[in-house]
């Protein structure tokens, strides 16, 4: 599967290429000159009629790339057996399309270094379309070019890169070729040396040589030491003439039951190490002890990446790192989901809360509307019992002055009967009657007194209880629920006393009544007084009487 997606990556530059008006779309002309290149590079028999009879029922015209991708996988892609050159393949692709995209003439590096350039894009791109590669990839790929030339990587110069580029964190192919061809990471080097380094990161990261020199090999038939260019792989360690590659002179499969060893130095030679596999074994001597030791722990690593069943040390790496994106990017958007989900929340916490504002708002209107109308309801009884009490405070003082002046008058009338007390013994009966009717008037003014005392002492408690709710009325919002309460109860309390009041001014007019029957009682009296005295005159004419005016007692 990883081998395909390699695969289609390059095909899809070759595609896009054809793609001459950038529609996303080729036609059917230029795909079956494609897919004819594809399967000559690949060593797949080709069909001519293959491409027409899988899109017979399609004449629309040209084919997106999704609708060439199931004839591509079908027809192609699952015949391929692997016998063929895959940079022979690369090459024809990458031939297709570089024309198209970007001119080496004005960069630093040749044809070929792009071309090398375009194949380890391929390797370290995400695998979705259109094809990228993110900023931990160019670093990673810009760290291994210096490293590859001997000079030290400028974590300074990719910053100050990576913030010229703003939010875009990903580059193209073509946008990567001219940034190793322009040279900003390698300023103050010769063309020859960027070549080097390329070509060296290509050889690990796309050729899979994990090291590579001259080292001296012992044969097995004539027991000679011969100089060799060992290239080592993941798989097998092949060993050349020379270093151009052209004669290769055999190669030492490794698996897992393979194992190297150190050798003491012998025959005249040292540094020696000895790879053990299943058939036979290879006895190597290399240059120096750093060498030895280098190509010994190289060895190693990929016979235990093989017993792992893990694929090369950067693949194993590339994989790693996309594991860890990935990872970082479902983190990324859980955190994004929970922060919307937040978000939602305290949106729909902030609608409650403004929903509850204006309840309050309203619940506040509405109970400053309802205290404003209870304090001018309690305005209003105020000055409707301050009318009521000065009203009756008047109709009080009018009462005294009327029971003053009749007691006034009462005392002068009494005071003559006292005087004519001694003049008339004969007329005991009609004193008598008369001095009952002054006893019973008397009796009644006190009751009448007692009367007035008691209402007095109820419209001052009247007086205390609108003190009391004035009093009341100035104390903090915190009393209010408890005022209210009392103040039913003092309104109850004073409906009583008015209802007692009431009772009282009842009774009080049952007095008046009972005082005016006392009083036509004593005119007549008087009148019979009159008589007599009368009749004293005339018989003994010693004796003027002196009549008191008559007043009548009104309430």
């Known amino acids: 599967v990883g081998g395909r997606k390699e695969l289609l990556k390059s095909i899809w530059h070759a595609f896009t290429a054809l793609d001459v008006d950038q529609r996303g779309k080729v036609s059917k002309s230029q795909l079956k000159v494609l897919s004819h290149n594809l399967c000559t590079v690949m060593k797949i028999p080709h069909d001519p009629v293959a491409l027409e009879e899988h899109f017979k029922d399609n004449d629309e015209g040209p084919l997106s790339n999704q609708g060439y991708m199931p004839y591509l996988n079908r ?247 996309r594991e860890l994106r990935q990872r970082q990017q479902v983190e990324e958007d859980d955190l994004a989901e929970r922060m919307r989900q937040l978000q939602a929340a305290n949106e729909s916490k902030q609608r409650e809360l403004e929903a509850m504002r204006m309840k309050m708002e309203e619940a506040a209107a509405k109970a400053a509307l309802e205290e404003q109308r209870r304090k001018q309801t309690q305005l209003d009884l105020q000055d409707r019992y301050r009318l009521d009490m000065e009203r009756e405070k008047m109709v009080r003082q009018q009462m005294e002055e009327q029971v003053a002046q009749k007691s006034s008058e009462l005392e002068q009338y009494l005071q003559r009967v006292r005087e004519l007390e001694d003049m008339y013994h004969r007329l005991e009966e009609a004193l008598e009657d008369e001095r009952q009717a002054k006893q019973d008037e008397e009796a009644m003014r006190k009751l009448q007194a007692s009367l007035l005392e008691k209402e007095a002492a109820k419209r001052a408690e009247l007086e205390r209880i609108q003190q009391q709710q004035q009093r009341a009325l100035s104390q903090t919002e915190a009393e209010k629920q408890e005022l209210m309460a009392e103040q039913l109860a003092k309104e109850r309390d004073l409906q009583a006393a008015v209802q007692q009041l009431e009772r009282l001014q009842r009774e009080r007019q049952g007095a008046v009544k009972q005082y005016e029957a006392v009083t036509r009682k004593l005119e007549r009296a008087a009148n019979k007084t009159k008589t007599w005295k009368d009749k004293v005159a005339k018989h003994e004419g010693l004796v003027r009487l002196i009549q008191p005016g008559r007043r009548a007692f009104r309430l």
Not at 204 to 221: A, F, Q, R, T
Not at 292 to 299: D, H, S, Y
């Open 75 to 321: 027809f192609i892609l699952d015949k391929v057996c692997g016998d063929f050159d895959i940079m022979e393949f690369n090459r024809m692709c990458w031939t297709l399309c570089y024309k198209k995209n970007i001119h080496t003439k004005h960069l630093l590096i040749s044809d070929n270094d792009a071309f090398k350039v375009w194949c380890i894009f391929n390797f370290l791109s995400e695998d979705r379309y259109p094809l990228v590669i993110v900023m931990e990839e160019i670093e990673y790929f810009l760290r291994k070019l210096t490293e590859a030339m001997g000079t030290v990587w400028s974590k300074e110069s990719f910053a100050e890169y990576k913030q010229r580029q703003n939010s875009k964190n990903f580059l193209s192919a073509w946008e990567l070729i001219e940034l190793v061809g322009m040279g900003y990471f390698c300023k103050g080097l010769n063309r020859q040396i960027l070549a080097m380094g390329i070509n060296e990161v290509f050889n690990e990261l796309i050729l899979d040589v994990l090291k590579e020199g001259y080292m001296m090999k012992k044969g097995h038939v004539r027991k000679n030491w011969t100089e060799r260019w060992f290239v080592l792989r993941p798989t097998s360690l092949s060993y050349y003439v020379c270093e151009d590659l052209e004669e290769k002179k055999g190669d030492i499969i490794l698996d897992q039951s393979c194992c190297v060893e150190s050798l003491p130095d012998k025959e005249g030679k040292k540094c020696l190490f000895i790879i053990k596999c299943a058939d036979k074994s290879f006895e190597i001597s290399a240059s120096d002890k750093k060498k030895k030791q280098e190509w010994t722990q190289a060895i190693q690593t990929c016979i235990q990446q093989l017993r792992l069943g893990l694929l090369s040390p950067h693949r194993e790496a590339r994989l790693r790192r």
